[in-house]
């Protein structure tokens, strides 16, 4: 489970990152796909999200240390 909500936090910032870029970004080319990048990352941490709130329902309530991957 650690290394899933690793997984998020990893997605989550650089989805940040991409936002950073595309605002810095003079091209305005540049700017729509950085801004896509980090639109399709969150996307992808969302689903993550949803797995891991999956896992641990399935796991009964136990506290995420408890949980295995």
Same mark, same amino acid.
């Given at each position: 489970? +650690?290394? &899933? $909500?690793?997984?998020? =936090? +990893?997605?989550?910032?650089?989805? =940040?990152?991409?936002?950073? @870029?595309?605002?810095?970004?003079?091209?305005? %080319? $540049?700017? %729509?796909?950085? #801004?896509? @990048?980090? $639109?399709?990352?969150? =996307?992808?941490? *969302? =689903? &993550?999200?949803? %797995? @891991?709130?999956?896992?641990?329902?399935?796991? #009964? #309530? $136990?506290? %995420?240390?408890?949980? *295995?991957?």
């Amino acid at each position: 489970m +650690k290394d &899933l $909500k690793a997984e998020l =936090e +990893k997605l989550l910032v650089n989805a =940040e990152d991409c936002d950073l @870029i595309a605002r810095l970004a003079a091209d305005q %080319e $540049k700017r %729509e796909t950085f #801004g896509r @990048i980090a $639109k399709q990352l969150r =996307e992808m941490a *969302s =689903e &993550l999200s949803a %797995e @891991i709130a999956a896992r641990l329902t399935a796991a #009964g #309530g $136990k506290r %995420e240390d408890d949980a *295995s991957a």
